[in-house]
Structures are given as structure tokens and as C-alpha cells.
């Protein structure tokens, strides 16, 4: 008898020694079911406990594992038993042994995880973004005139919790996002979102994080009117392990807007992906991001663009440098390409826009305890088939984040 069988009979006797009084772990044990040299005759046991009316699955598997502690399948069947009953801790040592018993087996590893992940208290994080954004706006039209600038101030709130109910883990997360725009009151936004969903472990490399999604927008500081509310579901993929797919995002939600004649509603769908690559010194990270949205607005001609039916597909790319111990710096650059398949209903005005985007962003961690502070700026180019449309615009941006 090899040394794990021995110490797992030695803990498994003391076990049934110590549940020997209980009636649900009755097992009639007599000198019979013992051979000549004082040995507990398992196989008896079993057979005893199977046609015992007071004896469990439960024992039956516990007492076959004490048999043969080596064996895969009965070690699985008793770690997914205890689980089932509540047995936290017998459920991962099980685990730990299937765990050294196959180490390849990266099942074993992703039981152990998925239990301590289910077993861990409610994890509840909070962050505030203070930002500031100065635009200069400037839309070219045909004689050249441009725009004012505009400044801008942001908040945003955000409350995110993950607790388990029943079986799964969930996920609840509410956030409040209200700009202030100086120049013109009636772009202020106001917007209240919240997302709830379970996390659910798809493969041994893949988690996904399924919700769905309320929001509310109100615009213009002066008159506080609604402008819109949304509804839909989303799905949020994360890659687990090391890979060039870090993770992938799917939204698709049904949009209300208020007070608007025509472009009542839209139904709107988005993807995109994080493709990230960090070379083997670790100082550069590069990271690729393409997307694409399909807008299937109803009717709607809209200033904002939201009411447009339109497609567009485009990527960001950015490369960080750590170029100290807690400052990254690095370029940043994105194209999109929309096209707006029924601009004006029932009209023959055609419109598709090429957006660039090229900037330089810098990211301070600590250098304020406790503090994140982003900082970028950025050059826009809109190129379109409208003159109205096509414009440019600089931008300069400040966030200051705090987590709690």
C-alpha cells in the first residue's frame, strides 16, 4: 500500500470512527467483517451500507473512496456529492487530490477556483472619475469657417458588486455619468445605467459575464428633458489564461427616443475585441481593438447621429510605454468608417464618414496616494461626403480616478 493510500485510510478510519454513532452513518461492523490480521474489510462495509435502508449515497461513495483512493471516477463523484451537500472543504481537498493524482487535468484546477470564487463573501467596489475636457471644435466649411471651442467637465459614479445567490455568481453594477458642457447647455448630459447578470465559466480558459442593461438620458441643464432610454443585454468575455485575445465585447439594445418625430426608436448592436501583446521585457504593451456597430434606427434623421441607420466598422491601436515605476506613456491612434445606408428617408442625400484619430496618452499611478490621474491629447479628422460633416478637432482631456 503506497504512502497517499495510507494516509487517506488513516483519515477516512478516523472519520467513520467518529460518525460511527450517527444513524444516517449507521454501518453494522462485527469480528466477521474483519480478516485474520484485524484489517477493516472496506468492500464489506459496502456491501453492507448498500443494503442498509439508513445508509446514503453519500456513505457508499465515501467508503469506495477509502477503498480506492487512486481512482479517478470515484474521486470526481465524491467531490461533485459533497459539493452538492455543502461541503465546502472536503469538495477542494478532493479537488487538490484529482488535482495530484492528474496534473494535466486543468479541470481539477478550474473546480478549485470556481469554488473559492462561489465560497468568497460579496466583493463590493466603488470609483469616482472627476474629468475636464477642452475641444477646439473647429468643423471646416466650405469657406474655411470653423466652430467655438468647448469646454467640458465630467463626473462619473460607479458601484459594482459580486455576490453569489443560489448556485452562480452575479454580477450588479450602477453607475451615474453627468458632463457639463460650458458653451452650450442644452448638450449636457445626464445619464443614470445599470447592468445585472451571472458570471458564468464557459471553458477552462473563457469566463462571460451576461446582463442586461437599463439606462436613462436626459440633455440641456435648462429645461432637464428626457432624451432617451435604452434596454438590451450585453455580453462580456474574458480570456482567464495568457493569450493575444484578452477579451471580446456583445451588446444589442433597443433605444426609445423622447419627443422625436420621426426616429421614435432603434435597435442597435455592438462587438468588439481586446487583442493585447506585451513584449518579454514587459516594458511595451501593445494592444489592438477593432469594433464594429450596426444602428437600425427607425426613420430617423437626427443631429446626433444616434437616429441614423448606419453601419460602422473601424479599430483603436495604443502601445504603453512604462517609462517609470508608476508612469506609462504612449501613442494611440483609430479609424472608423460609417456608413449611413438611409440618411435622409425618403430623400437622395448620401453620406459616409472617415474618422481619424491620432493622440498621445500618459497614465500616473500613485503619484497621489491612492490616485489615477489620465491625461491625453488627441487630433481628429472627420472626413465626409457632407461638407457640413467634415470637420477637425483637438482635444485635451484630464481624469482624476478614485477607487474605494
Known sequence: ???????????????????????????????????????????????????????????????????????????????????????????????????????????????????????????????????????????????????????????VLTLDQKRVLGKLKYQITSQLYADYNHNDPSSDLILVALQFGPILNISKKWKVRTAILFDRLTTDRNKRESFSYSAGTLFNFLNLEKGLLRSADMSFYHVDFWNETPGKDAWIFTGSGVLEYQEPKHRYKFILSPNVTYNRAKNGQGSDGLRDLFYEIGFSAGVSNEALENIEFGPTFSYSYRNYTDYEPGGNINRDDHNFNVGLQATAINLIPGIVILSSYSFERNKSKLDSETYRNHSLSMSIVKSF
Open 1 to 155: 500500500m503506497d504512502r497517499l493510500r495510507l494516509f487517506v485510510l488513516a483519515v477516512l478510519v478516523v472519520v467513520i470512527t467518529a460518525n460511527s454513532y450517527s444513524p444516517g452513518n449507521a454501518v453494522t461492523t462485527s469480528p466477521a467483517k474483519k480478516n485474520s490480521q484485524g484489517a477493516i474489510n472496506i468492500l464489506e462495509m459496502i456491501k453492507s451500507c448498500i443494503q442498509d435502508v439508513n445508509c446514503d449515497e453519500s456513505r457508499v461513495l465515501f467508503l469506495k473512496l477509502l477503498q480506492n483512493p487512486k481512482d479517478i471516477q470515484i474521486n470526481s463523484q465524491y467531490a461533485k456529492n459533497v459539493e452538492k451537500r455543502g461541503k465546502i472543504d472536503l469538495a477542494i481537498a478532493t479537488y487538490e487530490r484529482l488535482k495530484t493524482l492528474e496534473p494535466n487535468n486543468e479541470q481539477w484546477k478550474i473546480n478549485i477556483e470556481r469554488i473559492h470564487d462561489l465560497s468568497s463573501p460579496p466583493e463590493t467596489n466603488m470609483s469616482a472619475v472627476l474629468g475636464a475636457r477642452i475641444d477646439s471644435n473647429g468643423a471646416l466649411s466650405p469657406d474655411g469657417d470653423g466652430n467655438g471651442a468647448e469646454h467640458n467637465g465630467s463626473i
